[in-house]
T-cell receptor
Framework: GNSVTQMEGPVTLSEEAFLTINCTYT??????LFWYVQYPGEGLQLLLK?????DKGSNKGFEATYRKETTSFHLEKGSVQVSDSAVYFC???????????????FGAGTRLAVHP | ETGVTQSPTHLIKTRGQQVTLRCSSQ?????VSWYQQALGQGPQFIFQ???????GRGNFPPRFSGLQFPNYSSELNVNALELDDSALYLC?????????????????FGEGSRLTVL
């Protein structure tokens, strides 16, 4: 079946440190992959996406590359800020039926805390 | 463009009661999905509605039901509430087209309705 596994948190970093949050997936077919971010008390916001193998999604300094050979979609940022403190969810798109109808399957989330 | 809006934002119910949560989809979107996010976990798919019909369902019992209206807004109803139903309920909308190559699977989420069952 389809599943997403993320590294457990919390991840605690100092400001300007390098961030990596690991994500691996199991899927039939070729899903789209996503990173969503959830700030305290809020819903989910799309951070970035990749729709096919070797695509690189990027946004706000975050990047992730769709690696089919390792079934991975690791999130990276070169220099984190205090404002990046949030919970990050890796997700894949599993098709409900042909025609574009889909559901997202999420990992358990990784909490990131960035200190000044 | 108007984003996904949900109501109420918070509510408290007691075990055995019924609850209705509401969602207005993002302007231009025709598909609505509902997710349950328990504390400290990732969201779990409940069901999806397209053209007022249930299009797919996750591993949730029949006491979880929904509706989609002609204006694409939606309701989630939960009957016979249990303590484990306490969670953040997220609504997400998307635009599904018949040109399937355009459907990336991206969903746009509201801020959720936090339900506490006592």
């Amino acid at each position: 079946g389809n599943s997403v596994t993320q590294m457990e948190g919390p991840v605690t970093l100092s400001e300007e440190a390098f961030l990596t949050i690991n994500c691996t997936y199991t899927a039939t077919g070729y899903p789209s992959l996503f990173w969503y971010v959830q700030y305290p008390g809020e819903g989910l916001q799309l951070l970035l996406k990749a729709t096919k193998a070797d695509d690189k999604g990027s946004n706000k300094g975050f990047e992730a590359t769709y690696r089919k050979e390792t079934t991975s979609f690791h999130l990276e940022k070169g220099s984190v800020q205090v404002s990046d403190s949030a919970v990050y969810f890796c997700a894949l798109s599993a098709w409900l039926k042909t025609g574009g109808y889909n559901k997202l399957i999420f990992g358990a989330g990784t909490r990131l805390a960035v200190h000044p | 463009e108007t984003g996904v809006t949900q109501s109420p934002t918070h509510l408290i119910k007691t075990r055995g009661q019924q609850v209705t949560l509401r969602c207005s989809s993002q302007s231009g979107h025709n598909t609505v999905s509902w997710y349950q996010q328990a504390l400290g976990q990732g969201p779990q798919f409940i069901f999806q509605y397209y053209r007022e019909e249930e299009n797919g369902r996750g591993n949730f019992p029949p006491r979880f039901s929904g509706l989609q209206f002609p204006n694409y807004s939606s309701e989630l109803n939960v009957n016979a509430l249990e303590l484990d139903d306490s969670a953040l309920y997220l609504c997400a909308s998307s635009q599904v087209t018949t040109r399937t190559y355009k459907n990336t699977g991206e969903l746009f989420f509201g801020e959720g309705s936090r339900l506490t069952v006592l």
